[in-house]
């Protein structure tokens, strides 16, 4: 089982990994739920403590009176920089923050989307899910990169499972292997967004190959050499015929 996160340095600010590829007085405003205000949001934490997310937006306040964190229904804290007014915007301001050395590993969030949908449970599990789904797709477009883990420098397969877990507060391993081997099998017709699914694209019957699966059949991935983040369907005939099995890592069985 995935286990959350809760140490002030290993929660929220990814380190550039250097593991394989696919292979195996100043005061915060919190606001008690998600915001629902319109604009493009910079996600720079995300905090089993409360007292955690209030020091990082105390520090972020003196350089910006953007910061401000909030209670998740996950049951986390998540801290926000923003709004901007376009994800370009938003990009932007990321990257120079994070040349300054201000924040590290972060992901751009539309605040209108951010809410559930109408009719979908109100549990932290159904949110979360839905958490990870949005943290994948804002990653689309990315470059791969072999060994990349971070939006700065581009996602080899597993590193982007990685940091789509990882940003929203859940330690998955960093190689293949150990995030095929730490999750609970899944079959392929019980797959819930957030649920990971391996592949052997190889030629052999090992698992070289991970995306996260989002709804529908489709599933998110980063490639391979010269290619972007993009998705995919489960149907395609190249993923059908190398699929290996899925996992699940969250406890809502």
């Known amino acids: 089982m995935t286990r959350i996160l809760g140490r002030w340095s290993g929660v929220l600010l990814l380190a550039i990994l250097s593991a394989s590829a696919c292979r195996p007085r100043i005061r915060p405003t ?7 205000r319109g604009g493009m949001f910079i996600q720079v934490g995300v905090f089993s403590s409360e007292a955690n997310a209030a020091e990082l937006t105390r520090s972020l306040q003196r ?21 901007y007014g376009t994800r370009e915007d938003a990009s932007s301001a990321a990257r120079i923050l994070s040349e300054q050395g201000i924040i590290q590993e972060y992901f751009v969030v539309d605040g209108r989307t951010f809410s559930a949908p109408a009719g979908l449970p109100a549990d932290a599990a159904a949110r979360l899910r839905l958490d990870l789904v949005e943290t994948a ?14 939006a700065e420098e581009g996602f080899d397969c597993s590193g982007l499972m990685m940091a789509v877990y990882r940003l929203n507060g859940l330690d998955l391993p960093r190689s293949l292997y150990a995030q095929f081997e ?4 899944v079959g392929i017709t019980d797959l819930r967004p957030g649920d990971l699914v391996f592949f052997a694209t190889g030629g052999d ?9 989002i709804s529908e059949g489709v599933f998110i991935h ?3 050499t010269n290619k972007t983040v993009r998705s ?22």
Do not use: Q
């Open 137 to 150: 797709r804002s990653f689309i477009d990315y470059p791969y990169a072999w060994g990349g883990a971070s």
């Open 182 to 185: 730490s999750g609970r099998p």
């Open 205 to 213: 019957d090992r698992i070289s190959h991970v995306g996260i699966y």
């Open 63 to 83: 350089r910006s009176d953007r910061a401000f964190y909030f209670s998740h229904a996950s049951g986390f804290f998540k801290v926000w920089i923003g709004p």
């Open 30 to 36: 919190p606001s008690p739920e998600s915001p629902s």
């Open 232 to 253: 995919e369907a489960l149907s395609n005939p190249y993923f059908r015929t190398r699929f290996c099995g899925a996992r699940c890592y969250l406890g809502d069985f």
């Open 222 to 224: 980063a490639p391979g």
